[in-house]
Structure formats: structure tokens, C-alpha cells
């Protein structure tokens, strides 16, 4: 299945410090989440369900995955 992903609008974290090696997320239609290489926007994008990008997040809120947060 493919996503027309020509709308969503990109955006990295408040966090990033500018710097090229970034990742962007779109909050999509359906409550996907939509995740790509700053680097390189016309590529790939990954997708994500609501309850799995949920469980990622508040993971890295939690101080898990070796954040630094």
C-alpha cells in the first residue's frame, strides 16, 4: 500500500540543533506518523501506527533507548 505523503508538512524537533544528521516527522491522516532523512526528502519515509510512534516516544521521554534527555 502507498501513502501520498505530497502534503504533509515536515518538521524536526525542537531539539535539533540545525545540524544535517536530522530526522523530520509529519502527523498524517489516520493518525499515522511519517518519519524521513532530513538529508535526503525525496526519499524513503517510514510510517508508523498511532500506539507504536506513542510507545516510541514516551519511551524516549522515559530515558530509555541511551537518550540523553
Known sequence: MKTDLS?????KSSHS??????????WLMGGQ????????TSGPALLFAPGVWDAFANGLR???FGSQS
Not at 7 to 11: I, N, S
Open 17 to 26: 540543533s540545525g545540524q544535517t544528521d536530522c530526522v523530520e516527522v509529519a
Open 62 to 64: 522515559a530515558g530509555g
Open 33 to 40: 506518523v511519517g518519519v524521513r532523512d532530513s538529508k535526503n
Open 7 to 11: 502534503g504533509a508538512e515536515w518538521f
